[in-house]
């Protein structure tokens, strides 16, 4: 009978501050990065050149969302690979279909001549 | 007496949840993460697969297809070569007519990271256990959620739709808008890839909105404060960001390269 008292729910009186600043800070850096790739847009023609510029600068974008906003960044390591190994790959897979769509446009047309 | 109270202790449920410890029995937790939350995990890799595919058959089929090599001022549509995204995008909704390249885009992605922000506002105030916090960045996910889906039909009806003047296709007839077989932008294919890459998108933001609506109504029933912890709004936020995520990518590789 005695443990009941330990039993009693948690007095929830006190809630602590927000911590909010870190979240802010990546909401700041997002809109930053986006702004950004808006005036590539509008300020360099297009090429091989912008286009890396924009992956790369999604490829950031995306680091402070996982990162950040999906708490990976503090999980154990062994988490941290698993995901991101096999989203290594997709790289690979993007590359070889990417030049394949080449190749097979480019056959086509010599066809067509 | 203390016969029944030993038989109430074995019989109530409170004995058969005790936390089990064993390495082989459950008590684990493989990389301190709860069994949700890695599960939640793997589905989000799973799903990148399925986005990744989406993306990744977009890049071969605009490769596979003519690029266009003029300038961007003489740029008019036609179905012989893959059509420049700034000049299929430049609607706004209330200013017809007026030319502004991927301006709604923009909106758009600017509505979603915010969701993400308030999203992560809601988890955060779960940790502190405060309660009115909770619903408070819920349902302001759920408002910004609701208007990016919104934005989205603005985006497919005005796509549907076409522009004024429409594009003589090859048979010579002229052509407005877009459906699965044909559209006046450029190669069929064009039409087909944005339908399901932001159709499919569009709808993990459904299914993401209905999630947050379930955990809204359950945190409001106190649900979730009498569990002790608001580990649903952690895992759900998953979710919700992996679809920012998602869009992130859809905004690069569809419309700004």
Redesign the interface.
């Known amino acids: 009978m005695a443990q009941h008292s330990n039993n009693q729910p948690p007095q929830l009186g006190e809630i602590p501050k927000p911590n909010t600043g870190w979240i802010w800070k990546t909401f700041w850096v997002l809109v930053g990065i986006t702004a950004l790739e808006f005036v590539f847009v509008f300020l360099m023609d297009p090429g091989t050149l912008r286009n890396t510029i924009f992956i790369i600068l999604t490829i950031f974008k995306a680091f402070f969302i996982v990162a950040e906003f999906m708490h990976l960044k503090h999980e154990t390591k062994g988490l941290i690979w698993t995901i991101l190994i096999p989203m290594g790959l997709l790289i690979w897979l993007l590359v070889a279909l990417v030049s394949e769509g080449s190749y097979v446009g480019e056959s086509i047309q010599n066809a067509l001549n | 007496m203390a016969t029944t109270s030993t038989t109430q202790t074995l019989s109530s449920p409170s004995t058969q949840e005790q936390p089990r410890t064993g390495t082989w029995d459950g008590g684990n937790e493989?990389?301190?993460?709860s069994y949700g939350k890695?599960m939640m995990?793997f589905f989000l890799?799973s799903d990148?697969?399925t986005f990744?595919a989406f993306?990744?058959?977009y890049?071969?089929?605009?490769?596979?297809?003519?690029a266009y090599t003029g300038t961007?001022e003489a740029f008019e549509f036609s179905t012989a070569y893959w059509p420049?995204p700034?000049k299929v995008f430049n609607a706004f909704p209330g200013l017809h007519g007026i030319d502004l390249?991927?301006g709604f885009v923009?909106l758009m992605?600017?509505i979603l990271?915010?969701s993400?922000?308030t999203?992560?506002?809601a988890v955060?105030?779960g940790h502190?256990?405060?309660k009115n916090?909770v619903q408070k960045w819920l349902l302001w996910t759920i408002l910004f959620g609701a208007t990016f889906l919104s934005c989205q039909a603005w985006e497919w009806s005005h796509f549907i739709a076409g522009t004024d003047e429409g594009t003589v296709m090859e048979d010579g007839t002229r052509f407005f808008g877009a459906n699965l077989q044909r559209n006046q932008y450029g190669p069929v294919l064009f039409a087909d890839l944005f339908f399901f890459i932001t159709g499919f998108h569009g709808t993990h933001v459904f299914s993401g909105i209905c999630l947050l609506i379930w955990s809204f109504i359950a945190t409001t029933n106190g649900t979730f404060e009498k569990r002790g912890h608001y580990e649903m709004v952690e895992k759900i936020?998953?979710y919700w960001?992996?679809v920012?995520?998602v869009w992130?990518?859809v905004?690069?590789f569809f419309y700004?390269?």
């Open positions: 493989p990389f301190k993460a890695l995990w890799l990148a697969f990744a993306l990744t058959t890049g071969l089929m605009r490769h596979r297809h003519l961007n420049i700034d390249p991927l923009a992605t600017m990271i915010f993400s922000v999203m992560v506002l955060e105030a502190r256990m405060d916090d936020g998953l960001h992996f920012d995520l992130v990518f905004f690069t700004l390269v």
